[in-house]
């Protein structure tokens, strides 16, 4: 479980002797060796996530209520199993559910489905994946929150994968999983059916794809540096299966949430910089111009082509039914094969602008609305669930609540760890660095343009995508405090120290909110005891 060398620089530079450097040399500074046990760098991961998994299954069913915006994606996952599409379902349907009666949807004659057709302004990825938890364990709280659930258990071992590449450290994979497990707005959206824990698994993903990529193509370039003659460009690195599986996952993203399109685009200008960076590193004269001739091609393919292939393949239920919003299906019928098809992509397209002008003109007032500058202090949280029950705390006033708020702790350290990365990237040109910062950045600064020019209502939980890579600058920012696997053991003892520290603070602060994370019945007192700002969390 050694830290890896914190000292090494992300973008390196060419050996200016005419020798070649020695192949061992080129493929070491390329492709660090992963240090550790193989086992373990899967068993560590794989039981901080079965530790998260636990945290977020238990009592899931909690409350048993429909909880803020589960009103609209619970029943459209439900519609999508009934209907193929979302469906316009009753005024009463909450509470029709609550009660264990799943007929909750208004009717419409056979040739008059559209009448019932639900207007919904997200693609229906997000609401397939919340279906199947409803599939298996039926229309019930526990099945519509199921797949947040397992998303969360999951995005929780992806991290700790990816942050033991990135570091080349178990511990400090395993360190990031923690930290994710028990951050409170990750903890909350685990446990309700809204969109934004799966737009942040997707984009999770797509992100350990390419720096998966990057080392694969790393060791390519390496393997193509000892066998063959150099020239100004270097190879072409195959297709790239790693980076199309990016791809996928990040037109996933886009199907869940539209937001999902700057990560996209952020991940596909860092892929090809990190291709350059390569070719650069191993003394090509040409890197820029042998990135743009054997890179770019196949980066379109899985960059552009494949995220566009998954974002319309989420889609085939509102093109295979007639209920869809906006479907035409009648007219689209009407005029053979060729005029189905060319009508089906116009009313797609029809729908896409008319859902486009509705985000650009979101400026409803919501009582927990948030502005993005605000975000990262945790000043606004959202409140999903609140009840004062009669009984079940001891005393006469009770608080039932679920908070949608992050653990103080880890956000505070983890505003920090991001100025130490812009730090560390200026000074040193780290990938690591880099990368954190563009991803988070990619998260974040796109808000700053709505809030500016629309007065667009936002919420703190769209910062769910920014926080596995908070996490990622805080597991960065440790692995510097804790030093060189090499460093003094004096050195050494003083940052495990630290860093010990500040887990155990963090574990401490998630243990203080979970009962306002997951609706525990508690006194009045201790519900107010756990509002860090009265003004902004009441």
Request: charged letters at 15%; one cysteine or more; a positive charge.
């Amino acid at each position: 479980m050694a830290v890896t060398d914190f000292t090494n620089k992300g973008f390196e530079q060419p050996d200016p002797s005419p020798t070649r450097e020695s192949a061992r040399s080129v493929r070491d500074r390329l492709v660090p060796p992963m240090p550790g046990s193989v086992l373990w760098g899967w068993l560590g991961p794989a039981l901080v996530a079965a530790f998260g998994a636990i945290l977020r299954f238990v009592d899931l069913d909690r409350p048993k209520a429909v909880m803020f915006d589960e009103t609209y994606y619970a029943k459209d996952g439900f519609a999508l199993l009934n209907f193929g599409t979302e469906h316009t379902p009753l005024d009463n349907a909450n509470a029709l559910l609550i009660q264990g009666n799943t007929d909750i949807w208004q009717r419409c004659a056979a040739d008059q489905l559209d009448k019932c057709a639900s207007y919904v302004v997200h693609p229906p990825l997000g609401k397939w994946m919340i279906a199947l938890g409803e599939q298996i364990f039926g229309m019930t709280p526990f099945g519509w929150r199921f797949a947040a659930a397992l998303a969360g258990a999951v995005s929780i071992l992806v991290l700790a994968r990816v942050a033991r590449r990135m570091t080349r450290s178990t511990l400090l994979g395993c360190l990031a999983g923690l930290l994710l497990a028990v951050d409170g707005l990750h903890f909350v959206l685990s446990r309700t059916a809204l969109l934004d824990i799966f737009l942040m698994f997707w984009v999770l993903a797509g992100f350990a794809c390419l720096v998966t990529d990057r080392d694969r193509a790393r060791a390519r370039l390496a393997a193509w540096y000892e066998t063959s003659p150099l020239d100004e460009h270097g190879p072409w690195l195959g297709w790239r299966p790693w980076r199309i599986a990016a791809g996928i996952c990040l037109g996933a993203a886009c199907a869940v949430k539209w937001s999902g399109i700057f990560f996209l685009i952020a991940f596909a200008v860092m892929s090809l910089v990190w291709d350059a960076g390569a070719r650069k590193a191993v003394g090509l004269r040409r890197p820029y111009g042998g990135a743009a001739s054997k890179d770019l091609p196949t980066a379109l393919t899985a960059m552009a082509l494949a995220p566009a292939v998954a974002y319309i393949a989420s889609w085939s239920g509102w093109f295979a039914t007639a209920g869809g919003w906006g479907r035409n299906w009648e007219r689209a019928t009407s005029h053979g094969p060729a005029y189905f098809v060319f009508d089906s992509v116009r009313s797609w397209l029809a729908y896409h602008f008319q859902v486009l002008g509705f985000h650009n003109g979101l400026t409803t007032p919501h009582n927990y609305q948030s502005e993005p500058w605000s975000w990262p202090l945790l000043l606004r949280p959202v409140a999903f669930f609140y009840e004062s029950p009669k009984t079940g705390c001891g005393v006469q006033n009770c608080s039932q609540a679920v908070l949608g708020v992050g653990t103080p702790i880890i956000w505070y350290g983890g505003l920090a760890a991001l100025v130490a990365m812009f730090t560390w990237y200026v000074s040193t040109r780290d990938w690591r660095a880099g990368a954190v910062l563009l991803a988070y950045l990619a998260g974040w600064l796109p808000w700053f343009y709505w809030a500016i020019a629309d007065n667009r209502t936002m919420f703190l939980f769209y910062t769910a995508p920014m926080v596995p890579f908070m996490i990622l600058a805080l597991t960065l920012a440790a692995g510097l405090v804790l030093g060189r696997a090499d460093a003094p053991p004096r050195r050494r003892m003083v940052g495990g120290v630290v860093v010990g520290a500040f887990t155990l603070l963090a574990l401490l602060n998630f243990w203080w909110l979970y009962p306002v994370l997951t609706a525990e019945i508690i006194p009045y007192t201790d519900w107010s005891a756990r509002m860090l700002f009265k003004k902004g969390w009441i």
